[in-house]
């Protein structure tokens, strides 16, 4: 039988997901405001739990608080261009790692993963050629090509780095895919770099082609940002 103490710790985990699936996803949008009646009502649990939940959600960069004269008011954390950047930088520095570790595991287990990306690449280009190439289709595989390399070789530490973190690059890519996705073709061909030294066991060049790839996603995302303008900025 539970404790008071842990049913409450699981309602403000269950609390901490609803909430952070709808703002990585975007059906929070950036710049809400998050009252804690509202998300009590909405859930049907306490305060307590919601107030754990945010503060979690806040210690992570999802959440900020503004302030409304002396009030703190917590709201979805806006998206920024330094924001997109420094979030960018770090995936790519955590994902070159495990591409590193991919070029280096065994023969065997690499070349099944190496038919497995291109495939994922190959469906990626032939989204990206459709006539109305559709955006959340793109963001989808893309998300797959990634992950592939990632899950198959990160160690448990660099995987909860990369849980932790991956999340907070999807809000970027999910608002901001629409106009990502003319440059996709070039993203394509970073990847075949990425698979090419994969494949070759090539450690040092497949872990410069992975932080090239996000170092260059990040300055895309840059100026689509400039150009359609930041989000849930007040």
């Not at 985990?13 to 509202?38: C, F, K």
């Not at 307590?48 to 009030?71: D, F, K, M």
């Not at 448990?156 to 973190?165: D, E, G, S, V, Y």
């Amino acid at each position: 039988m539970k404790t008071a103490t842990e049913a409450g710790g699981g309602r403000a985990t269950e609390v901490y997901a609803t909430l952070h699936d709808l703002i990585v996803r975007g059906r929070l949008a950036p710049g809400v405001r998050i009252t804690e009646i509202e998300v009590t009502r909405r859930l049907g649990v306490s305060r307590t739990p919601v107030r754990a939940a945010i503060q979690r959600l806040r210690q992570e960069g999802y959440v900020v608080v503004s302030l409304n004269g002396r009030r703190a008011q917590p709201m979805v954390a806006p998206l920024t261009a330094e924001d997109a950047s420094e979030v960018l930088t770090i995936i790519g520095e955590i994902e070159a790692l495990a591409g590193r570790h991919a070029a280096q595991l065994s023969r065997r287990p690499r070349a099944k993963l190496v038919e497995r990306l291109r495939a994922i690449n190959g469906r990626l280009k032939a989204a990206a050629r459709e006539r109305r190439p559709d955006p959340n289709v793109i963001f989808d595989i893309d998300q797959t090509f990634h992950r592939a390399y990632v899950q198959a070789a990160a160690g448990p530490r660099l995987l909860a780095l990369h849980n932790a973190m991956k999340p907070q690059a999807e809000r970027y890519i999910r608002v901001y895919v629409s106009a990502l996705v003319e440059k996709i073709l070039t993203s394509v061909r970073e990847h075949d770099e990425i698979v090419r030294h994969i494949g070759r066991g090539a450690a040092d060049a497949a872990e410069r082609a992975v932080r090239k790839n996000w170092r260059n996603a990040a300055a895309r995302l840059g100026r689509v940002i400039e150009s359609v303008g930041e989000r849930g900025m007040w």
